[in-house]
């Protein structure tokens, strides 16, 4: 697996994060987090904006909060909430419908693509493969 290849992006580029890439980078994931610290580093230096959807924030707090540990859920939310948030809503979960027949995606994948779609986002960031079938979005993985 190559570095991750930022290339192309345009200036204040707007990036949806999936879950995987965030929970590594604020678990600091040895092998793991290394990898996405670029898209990081970027948005630090104010060349990207970033965007979660409401599936993001549900999985990021679940490790948290499953331990009981209500400080660290409450710093997540923190920085998951100073971003742009992507809600669900029913033209996003039609539009999710129709990425999950088309391309045989898990529901919260379809959501994931759906959402970057419906934000105009410059790419969806993550560490899952399935979404390389989504040809019309670029995925930085």
Do not use: C
């Amino acid at each position: 697996m190559g570095a991750l290849d930022l290339s192309g992006l345009p200036a204040r580029a707007l990036l949806l994060l999936d879950s995987p890439p965030l929970i590594y980078w604020l678990e600091e994931r040895p092998g793991f987090a290394d990898r996405f610290e670029p898209v990081f580093a970027v948005h630090a230096a104010g060349g990207a904006h970033f965007a979660v959807t409401t599936i993001t924030i549900a999985e990021v707090l679940s490790g948290p909060l499953k331990n009981h540990d209500d400080a660290r859920a409450r710093r997540y939310r923190s920085v998951l909430e100073s971003w742009r948030i992507v809600e669900l809503n029913a033209d996003l979960a039609e539009d999710a419908a129709r990425l999950r027949a088309s391309f045989k995606l898990k529901l919260p994948d379809a959501i994931q693509a759906a959402s970057a779609l419906a934000i105009n986002a410059d790419a969806l960031v993550t560490h899952d493969r399935d979404f390389a079938r989504v040809s019309s979005l670029r995925i930085i993985s």
